[in-house]
């Protein structure tokens, strides 16, 4: 049984099929749903960027972890917060 000249056609037939179906929806969830959907003026706040360098409190939060129940409980500390 082996392959015969037509039947390998239909399979590189198929298998361009599938490549340029992934690309024409790689190329419309990749740059065409950012046209449609762009984030809006007032949701970015311009930070001074000194106020990374002080010594006051920040709206930042870190956690360290250093076994497996400490990062299951940071987790939920962080996402409960």
Same mark, same amino acid.
């Given at each position: 049984? &082996?392959? &015969?000249?037509?039947? !390998?056609?239909?399979?590189? !037939? /198929?298998?361009? !099929? =599938? /490549?340029?179906?992934? @690309? @024409? *929806? /790689?190329?419309?969830? &990749? $740059? =065409?749903?950012?046209?449609?959907?762009?984030? /809006? +003026? #007032?949701?970015?706040?311009?930070?001074? %960027?000194?106020?990374? *360098?002080?010594?006051?409190? $920040?709206?930042?939060? @870190?956690? =360290?972890?250093? +076994?497996?129940?400490?990062? #299951?409980?940071?987790? %939920? *500390? =962080? %996402? &409960? %917060?």
């Amino acid at each position: 049984m &082996g392959v &015969g000249p037509g039947k !390998g056609k239909k399979i590189t !037939g /198929a298998l361009s !099929g =599938l /490549a340029g179906l992934y @690309v @024409v *929806y /790689a190329f419309l969830t &990749g $740059a =065409l749903l950012f046209q449609f959907n762009e984030p /809006a +003026d #007032g949701n970015v706040k311009s930070s001074d %960027i000194d106020r990374f *360098y002080g010594n006051e409190h $920040a709206n930042d939060r @870190v956690v =360290l972890l250093e +076994d497996r129940q400490e990062s #299951g409980l940071g987790r %939920i *500390y =962080l %996402i &409960g %917060i």
